[in-house]
């Protein structure tokens, strides 16, 4: 069993719907919780990221995480056309060694103007 | 502009041959990471480097080699005892903070 699961996809939804992206995991030592944007033939880039439990926005997108059920989400509201890439959810354990991150598997998401 | 640079973006390797991946960054970060993306996969971490002169094995190793002579780059060979190599290689750096930040990558396919 993988140590973070990704809700697979892929997803398309219409311009303006608001988007739900999902990881869990099974490692309760994961304090850092990030998600990234991949666009096609791309690096990822860091897109949002949160301390232990509780919810951070910025702009359209909240970041949710619930420790006590080992679940994060990502949202998006009013999606828009250049949100369409892979998303993926990485967590890690300690601030340092971001790069040591474990990552989920990635939803692709489609937005259709 | 401060980032890191990869080259080549496309490489094709012959059966048998070892190829060099560049990882060049700007950034003054003491750490770096090498990652493998296949399709419909996250990322699987190869090598990461810490320091100068110091890096340690990362999931999946095996039939990849790295060095890290200078803090700004990390260069991967990918070695004939790698016996799938196709996939889309991603080089890392990050300073202390949740953030890592990647390259644009390096799509390698043997021919």
């Known amino acids: 069993q993988k140590e973070v699961e990704q809700d697979p996809g892929p997803l398309s939804v219409p311009e303006g719907a608001i988007v739900s992206l999902n990881c869990t995991y099974s490692?309760?030592?994961?304090?850092?919780f990030m998600w990234y944007r991949q666009y096609s033939r791309k690096g990822p880039e860091l897109l949002m990221y949160?301390?232990?439990?509780g919810n951070k926005e910025d702009g359209r997108f909240t970041a949710q995480v619930d420790k006590s059920s080992k679940y994060i989400s990502l949202f998006i509201r009013d999606s828009q056309p250049s949100d369409s890439a892979t998303y993926l959810c990485?967590?890690?354990?300690?601030?340092?060694?971001?790069?040591?991150?474990?990552f989920g598997d990635g939803t692709t998401l489609t937005v259709k103007p | 502009d401060g980032g890191i640079t990869q080259s080549p973006k496309y490489l094709f390797r012959k059966e048998g041959q070892n190829v060099t991946l560049s990882c060049e960054q700007n950034?003054?970060?003491?750490?770096m990471y090498w990652y493998r993306q296949d399709p419909g996969q996250g990322l699987r971490l190869i090598y990461y480097?810490?320091?100068?002169?110091?890096?340690q094995k990362g999931d999946i190793a095996e039939g990849y080699s790295v060095s890290r002579e200078k803090k700004e780059s990390f260069p991967l060979t990918v070695t004939s005892a790698q016996k799938n190599p196709t996939a889309f290689y991603l080089c890392?750096?990050?300073?202390?903070?949740?953030?890592?930040?990647f390259g644009q990558g390096t799509r390698l396919t043997v021919v």
């Open positions: 890392a750096s990050s300073m202390g903070r949740a953030e890592a930040f």
């Open positions: 490692n309760s030592a994961f304090q850092y």
């Open positions: 949160t301390y232990s439990s």
């Open positions: 990485a967590m890690s354990v300690y601030l340092t060694n971001a790069g040591k991150s474990t």
């Open positions: 950034l003054n970060h003491d750490a």
């Open positions: 480097s810490q320091i100068v002169n110091d890096f």
